[in-house]
C-alpha cells in the first residue's frame, strides 16, 4: 500500500471526526432543548441548531473527500468489503453523494424551523391545541419535500427519507414487510382478544394501574438499568416530553424517559426500550467512534436492539420473577401478593388504545402502520396537514377498533415529525422483526434464557448480542447483518409466531 493511500487514509478518519463532533454538537443542543430549554430559549435555539447544521454541511461536502475517496476506492486497503476501512470508505461515499445534492441553504433552515417546532409541538400537546402545531408542520413537511426531490432518482419522493434512517432495504421491500405484519395482526388480534376474554387470568386487576410515586419509580429505573448493564459512569438519565436515546460521545449517552404516576407501564416500558438502544451504544467499537465503523448498522437495527429488550425480555416472565421482590418492597400495597405471573400478565394484556409508546406488544406495529400511511399520503399530497386529525381518527378507528378521544391522543402524542424524522416510523417494525429472529437465534445458541432471568443474568444476552450485533458497527447492513446471525434475512414469521406462543401460554 503507498505512502499516498495511508495518508489519504488518514486524513479521511481525521475528517469523519471533525464531521462527528459537529454532529454530537447538535446533538448537546437537542439533549438540551428537550429535556430542559425555557420556552422563551427557542428562537436562538434554532439559530445555533442553523449555524451548526451549515457548519457540518460544509465538512460534509468539503471537496477533499472526493480526492481521498478517490485514492482509496479499489485500493487493497479496501478490497475486503468486511474490512473497518472499506466500511468507512463506502458509507463516507455514500453519504458525500447525498449530502453534495442538498443546499447549504436548505439545511440550514431545516435545523432552525425543527428548533421551534419542537417547541410549538411541545406546548401544542400539553394544550391539545393541533391548530397551534399545524402551520409547523405544513412547513416542515415542506422543506423535507424539497430535501426529497434534491435526493430523489425516481418519482417517489419517501423513499430518499426512508433511505436516510434504512439505507439497505429498498422502500418497496419496507412497504411489503409492514403490509404483511398489518394483515396478520388484523387476523391474530381479533384472536387473542378472544381468548384473553375467555380466560379467567385476565378479570384480575391490572397491577399497572394504581399509584405509584415518581421518586420510587425512579428508585426501580435505576436498579433495571443496573441489571441489564446500562453503564452509568459513561450515561445519564433524564426526563423529557417524549422519550428518547442520544450517544454524545464514546463515553456520553443519554437515556429521557417520562413518568405517569396512574400507570407504571408507562416508565417501565420506556426505559427498557430507551435501555436497548443505549446498550447498543455503549457496545459500539469506542476506539472507532466518529467514523461509520463506530456506528451503529442503521437504524431498524437500532430499533431492534431496543425492542428486543422492551418486549423479549422486559414482557418475560423470568424478568418478573427476578423483580417481583423489588416491586413489592417498592409498591407493597399494589404488589402484595408477590406473584410474578400476574405482574406477567399485566404487562402482556391486550388492550387496544390510543397512545403507541404504551400499546401492547400486539397492536403496536399496527399503531406503526397508521403512522407510515399517514405520513405517505401526507408527503404525496393525499392528506392535508389540515385534515389530519380525522384521518388518523378514522384509520386508527379501522386498525385498532377505537378513536382517539383528543389531538393529543391522535396525531399529537409523537415527537418525530416535529423533530424533522419522517419515514423514520417504519424501523420501528422492522426492528420488531429482527428482533423476533435474533431473540430466537440467541435462544438457540445460549439455552433457556428465561431461566437466565429469572436468576437476574441478563449478561449473558447482552454478550451474545455485543459479539453479533454491537461489535460490527456499520460492516453489515439490516439484512446482511441478520442473514449472518439468523441464516435469512428480515423475515416477518418469527416475530407472528413469538406473538401467538406468548398469548397461548399467558391465556391458556
Known amino acids: 500500500m503507498s505512502q499516498a493511500t495511508t495518508r489519504a487514509y488518514e486524513d479521511l478518519l481525521e475528517h469523519q471526526r471533525r464531521i462527528a463532533m459537529a454532529a454530537t454538537a447538535q446533538e448537546v443542543l437537542e439533549w438540551d432543548e428537550l429535556t430542559s430549554l425555557p420556552d422563551r430559549g427557542a428562537e436562538h435555539r434554532g439559530a445555533q441548531g442553523a449555524f451548526l447544521a451549515g457548519l457540518r454541511h460544509d465538512l460534509e461536502t468539503d471537496p477533499r473527500l472526493q480526492d481521498w475517496l478517490g485514492q482509496l476506492e479499489g485500493s487493497d486497503l479496501v478490497a475486503d468489503p468486511s474490512s473497518v476501512a472499506a466500511v468507512n470508505v463506502r458509507v463516507a461515499r455514500r453519504h458525500y453523494g447525498r449530502r453534495l445534492r442538498v443546499p447549504r441553504s436548505l439545511v440550514e433552515e431545516l435545523a432552525s424551523t425543527i428548533s421551534v417546532s419542537q417547541r410549538e409541538w411541545k406546548l401544542a400537546r400539553a394544550d391539545d391545541d393541533y391548530p397551534r402545531f ?20 425516481g418519482s417517489d419522493l419517501y423513499a430518499p427519507l426512508l433511505a436516510e434512517y434504512e439505507p439497505d432495504l429498498d422502500a418497496t421491500r419496507v412497504d411489503l414487510l409492514l403490509r404483511r405484519v398489518g394483515e396478520e395482526l388484523a387476523r391474530l388480534l381479533p384472536e387473542i382478544l378472544a381468548s384473553q376474554g375467555r380466560a379467567a387470568a385476565a378479570a384480575v386487576p391490572d397491577v399497572m394501574r394504581g399509584s405509584f410515586s415518581e421518586t420510587r419509580q ?23 416530553a417524549h422519550p428518547f436515546t442520544a450517544q454524545l460521545g464514546p463515553h456520553d449517552c443519554r437515556i429521557a424517559i417520562r413518568f405517569d404516576r396512574r400507570h407504571l407501564r408507562e416508565a417501565l416500558h420506556a426505559l427498557m426500550h430507551e435501555a436497548g438502544h443505549a446498550l447498543y451504544d455503549q457496545g459500539l467499537p469506542a476506539e472507532h467512534y466518529g467514523t461509520p465503523a463506530g456506528e451503529a448498522s442503521s437504524l431498524s437495527v437500532h430499533e431492534g436492539q431496543a425492542r428486543l429488550w422492551e418486549n423479549a425480555v422486559g414482557r418475560s416472565l423470568g424478568f418478573w420473577k427476578h423483580f417481583q421482590p423489588l416491586l413489592g418492597k417498592l409498591f407493597p ?3 402484595a401478593s408477590g406473584d410474578p405471573t400476574s405482574t406477567w ?31 405517505r399520503a401526507l408527503l404525496g399530497g393525499d392528506l392535508s396537514v389540515r385534515d389530519l386529525p380525522e384521518a388518523w381518527r378514522e384509520r386508527h378507528r379501522e386498525l385498532i377498533g377505537l378513536a382517539p378521544a383528543s389531538d393529543r391522543e391522535g396525531c399529537l402524542q409523537d415527537g418525530h415529525w416535529a423533530s424533522g424524522m419522517v419515514a423514520y416510523f417504519p424501523t420501528y417494525t422492522l426492528g420488531n422483526i429482527l428482533a423476533a429472529q435474533l431473540f430466537d437465534q440467541a435462544g438457540e445458541d445460549l439455552g433457556d434464557l428465561e431461566a437466565l432471568f429469572a436468576r437476574g443474568d441478563f449478561a ?5 448480542l455485543h459479539e453479533h450485533v454491537y461489535r460490527h458497527g456499520r460492516r453489515y447492513g439490516t439484512d446482511e447483518l441478520c442473514r449472518r446471525i439468523c441464516g435469512t434475512g428480515l423475515d416477518p414469521a418469527p416475530l407472528l409466531a413469538s406473538l401467538r406462543r406468548r398469548h397461548a401460554e399467558l391465556w391458556s
Open 218 to 240: 425512579r428508585r426501580l429505573c435505576t436498579v433495571l438499568l443496573d441489571a441489564v448493564g446500562f453503564d452509568s459512569t459513561r450515561g445519564h438519565v433524564g426526563v423529557a
Open 345 to 375: 400478565r399485566a404487562v402482556n394484556r391486550v388492550t387496544p388504545g390510543p397512545i403507541r409508546v404504551q400499546a401492547d406488544e400486539v397492536t403496536y406495529n399496527l399503531h406503526i402502520l397508521l403512522r407510515y400511511e399517514l405520513e
Open 134 to 153: 399545524a402551520p409547523w408542520l405544513e412547513r416542515l413537511l415542506s422543506l423535507q419535500l424539497d430535501r426529497a426531490r434534491c435526493l430523489a432518482d
Open 460 to 464: 449473558t444476552l447482552r454478550a451474545w
Open 333 to 335: 400495597r399494589t404488589f
